[in-house]
């Protein structure tokens, strides 16, 4: 027999609690604590995984081969390198990202491109109708996958024994749950407790897993915080639903790096991978137009040129406004004060707004030379020349501060035909001059850089 009982669990960490209580005392946080109704065995029975594998033994350091790991080809190039070289075996991946961000459409657009291997899509939110649908919109596919609408953990544990995938989908994890919980769906006993049981077997058998799961209100991933803490790898799929571009950002990773950033297009065939979006996020003209400037950017390994826009205005109602997309608002606030105490620009009565062109939200500070040189050039109503490129972090005292891997962000310019590069001048140190075609202006303070573009 079972025993019902109620528990109230933190939303946030999984710590449970028999009565309520206001603040968490694992992870600190407030009203986070949710009831929850749980059944308890009266015997220990873990959840089927319809393997069986032999007990593990405790061995020596030295007895554990540690070989590269092995990874599957993915056959997408932006979707490799944000995995660290392919999906590793045995290793348990989760894609999360806004209703309608396009999660599903890049993951089974991704397995349809792997004819040799055994996939088992399961899906616990569409039909198999409608999966067949959105196949067909998609170009370039195979039809060896194996599709199964299922949401116990049990049943689909028996699929997976008859069928022997090389390759396992769920979508999403908040619909699964296993029979050995009395509560509903996607609550935070279900998410924990199957996605522990899908990662035993998934460690067990040395098959890899990708879990498509849903985001809150706040823009994380829902469900406790333990479901991002189990997997090995939480990539973020974002990107707004008026523009045609998507990012994959490696949140959590395992086997390779977080700073990763792949970047694909939108069409009604599916999602295109962008092997190049400088040429992409560049607008084709915008000679003798005041407030943009192009900066030199680098997410993970990638160098790519962004447009920075800027407007200033005169404040009309009274306190002066300050907005930025896909820019942290506080470090322009930052920017600006020193554009005030630094250099002289008195902007505290005018209305500030930045945009990064695209869609693209960037947090490498290299582009802070090109934020306040937009919003300059916007102030003064003088255009920035269309050939001229810029990269530097601006300190508090006005100084522009060196900024990593200068040569990548110069060769990067260089391709797309630009014919001016403003850096800091510490970064002039060690770099071979010989093989760089484009002029290159050295800055040691945001007035130097000024003087160069402004006269």
């Not at 933190?10 to 009565?19: A, H, L, R, Y």
């Not at 999906?87 to 991946?93: D, R, T, Y």
């Not at 508090?396 to 850096?423: C, D, T, W």
Request: aromatic letters at 4%; one cysteine or more.
């Amino acid at each position: 027999m079972a025993k019902e009982k109620t528990v109230y669990v933190c939303s946030n960490c999984g710590q449970e609690s028999p009565k309520w209580i206001g603040k968490c005392p694992s992870c600190g946080e407030w009203n986070t604590y949710v009831e929850e109704t749980i059944r308890k065995e009266t015997v220990n029975k873990r959840p089927v995984s319809g393997i069986e594998t032999a007990k593990a033994k405790p061995v020596t350091l030295n007895e554990i081969i540690a070989d590269d790991e092995p990874r599957i080809d993915l056959h997408d190039a932006e979707l490799n390198r944000v995995l660290g070289g392919g999906l590793v075996q045995g290793s348990l991946v989760l894609i999360g990202g806004e209703p309608g961000i396009g999660k599903s459409t890049l993951v089974l657009q991704t397995v349809l491109q792997i004819p040799e291997k055994r996939i088992l899509y399961i899906s616990g939110e569409e039909s198999a109708r409608q999966l067949k649908l959105r196949a067909d919109r998609l170009t370039n596919i195979s039809n060896d996958c194996l599709i199964v609408c299922e949401t116990s953990l049990e049943q689909i544990y028996v699929h997976i024994k008859n069928t022997h995938p090389d390759l396992v989908i769920i979508d999403s994890i908040q619909t699964i749950s296993t029979e050995t919980l009395e509560s509903s769906p996607g609550s935070i006993a279900q998410v924990r407790e199957c996605s522990a049981s899908i990662l035993r077997f998934a460690k067990e058998t040395h098959t890899p897993v990708i879990l498509i799961g849903h985001i809150n209100k706040e823009g994380s991933i829902a469900g406790p915080k333990v479901l991002e803490h189990i997997v090995d790898t939480v990539l973020q799929f974002e990107g707004d639903q008026h523009y045609m571009y998507r990012i994959l950002r490696s949140i959590k990773n395992r086997f390779g790096s977080t700073a990763e950033l792949g970047i694909y297009e939108m069409r009604q065939d599916g999602l295109r991978q962008v092997n190049n979006p400088s040429e992409l996020l560049l607008s084709q003209d915008h000679e003798g137009m005041s407030g943009i400037a192009i900066a030199s950017a680098i997410e993970g390994i990638r160098p790519f040129l962004i447009e920075t826009q800027a407007l200033v205005s005169s404040a009309v109602y009274g306190n002066p406004q300050r907005s930025a997309t896909g820019f942290d608002i506080r470090r322009m606030n930052m920017l600006l004060a020193v554009l005030e105490k630094r250099v002289g620009f008195k902007l505290a009565q005018k209305d500030v707004f930045l945009n990064i062109a695209g869609g693209l939200k960037v947090n490498d500070p290299a582009i802070d030379l090109a934020v306040i040189s937009a919003i300059l050039s916007s102030n003064m109503d003088s255009a920035i020349e269309p050939e001229v490129c810029m990269a530097g972090e601006i300190g508090l005292s006005g100084e522009i501060r060196p900024v990593n891997r200068i040569e990548q962000r110069i060769g990067e310019a260089e391709k797309l035909g630009f014919k001016q590069f403003i850096l800091p001048k510490y970064n002039m140190q060690g770099l071979n001059t010989q093989k760089i075609k484009i002029e290159l202006i050295p800055v040691r303070k945001v007035e130097e850089a000024f003087r160069t573009l402004f006269g």
